[in-house]
């Protein structure tokens, strides 16, 4: 099955374009164009064309304008590698909106969260291989999430590091009329060390019409290591308060694993087309001593529907050491979730938090 794509043989109303540092406003006839970028000096025996400009860097404290498209289409794909933690952030604004739809950092959103190589915190290499996203050696990031617009879209990433980042990617897009019942691509990145005997929210204050579309969720173990993933994930839909209208049974049996992902009673980590925990981080002594998590859904064929409003959480719950009574934990989550909805984006998104707060620690 190829999700969203249709029938790949059929002629189509088109135009095929890409951005990348080689062609920044993805113009027809000016790829590979520089004469003068971060390349030229390896290509001085070549000359223009090969591979002036294979990169981009973003100063400390900028923000940079990856693609800025004007007219109708659909962006295709997403590549992107480079500097990895959360001090990057992706934001995509769609028809001239203020508000982006999509706030995250770029490590969450592609599963690689626990990831800080600025504070030397390096995880092990963990693929994904899914429909709709992957993560291949080394720290190659696809996407390939359709993200239709009408008007305009505008992608950029932020520099929050002291230092400089740089960026390799390539934006495939094409220009096309989209269908009237179309909605658009939506991320929202959050993190909280959960108080006892909360549930964590993933997604709140969403208003319009749509479906959510998938969970990246990473978990951190504070405290004892023991077993963990005993929460129920709940969904909200269209004005439920005090009960939702769907909740599953565990957080292993949402992500499609049971009995505690134990293969010879070891933790063991799978990426499959629509779930996968794919980072599984046992503690190696010395300052490492936190189990770490990192797990997907996507919900391509079991889309969860919403005609006004959504709110997913999450309960942090393990088993105390006897096994028989439940413990509220109080661990470190962060997720993104990710939904398609019409718009306006709503302005009631929380703020991301400053640099100190959105650490790996």
Same mark, same amino acid.
């Given at each position: 099955?190829?999700?969203f ?11 095929s374009?890409v951005i990348?540092?080689e062609n920044?406003?993805?113009?027809k ?5 520089? %004469? ?9 025996d070549l000359?223009?064309?090969?591979k ?18 004007e ?16 001090d990057y952030?992706?934001?995509i604004?769609?028809d ?13 959103f592609?599963?690689y969260g ?10 092990e ?20 999430w359709?993200?239709?617009?009408r008007k ?18 390539s934006?495939?897009?094409?220009l ?7 909605a ?18 993933i ?8 479906q ?16 963990w993933? %005993?929460? %129920? ?7 439920d308060?005090?009960?939702?209208t769907?909740?599953y ?5 949402y992500?499609?694993?049971a009995?505690g ?18 980072q ?6 010395? %300052? ?23 709110k ?18 109080q ?5 993104v ?5 019409t ?19």
């Open positions: 099955m190829l999700p794509f249709g029938d790949i043989s059929l002629i189509r109303d088109a135009k374009r990348s540092p920044r406003t993805g113009g006839g000016m790829a590979a164009m520089d %004469e003068d970028g971060v390349g030229a000096a390896c290509a001085r000359g223009r064309g090969w002036i400009s294979p990169f981009i860097r973003i100063a400390s404290g900028e923000t940079a304008v990856l693609a800025d498209i007219g109708s289409g659909r962006v295709q794909s997403l590549w992107i590698t480079g500097s990895i933690a959360r952030i992706l934001r604004y769609w001239g909106q203020e508000i982006p739809s999509v706030e995250t950092p770029v490590s969450d592609f599963g626990w990831h800080d190589h600025q504070n030397k915190i390096k995880m290499f963990a693929p994904i291989n899914s429909a709709v996203m992957s993560v291949n050696p080394c720290y190659g990031f696809m996407s390939y359709p993200m239709p617009f305009r879209c505008r992608i950029t990433i932020e520099n929050r590091n002291e230092t400089s980042a740089q960026y390799y990617y934006i495939n897009y094409e096309t009329g989209v269908p009237e019942n179309a658009y691509f939506h991320a929202q990145w959050r993190r909280m060390v959960v108080p006892y005997a909360q549930e964590y929210v997604l709140d204050g969403v208003k319009g019409c749509g959510l579309v998938g969970v990246m969720l990473h978990a951190g173990m504070n405290g004892p290591n023991l077993w993933g %005993e929460g %129920e994930i709940k969904f909200y839909l269209d004005g308060r005090e009960f939702p769907i909740a049974t565990g957080t292993e049996d992500f499609g694993g009995w992902w134990s293969v010879n009673d070891k933790y063991t980590s799978y990426s499959t087309q629509y779930v996968g925990v794919h599984i981080h046992e503690p190696g002594g010395g %300052e490492d001593m936190q189990q770490r998590f990192a797990m997907y859904r996507w919900h391509l064929p079991d889309p969860i529907r919403f005609e006004s409003d959504v997913v959480t999450i309960q942090d719950l393990g088993w105390r050491r006897n096994g028989k009574i439940y413990l509220a934990r661990d470190d989550f962060a997720s979730a990710y939904w398609y909805q718009l306006p984006t709503a302005p009631a998104f929380p703020p991301l938090p400053c640099r100190n707060d959105m650490e790996v620690i």
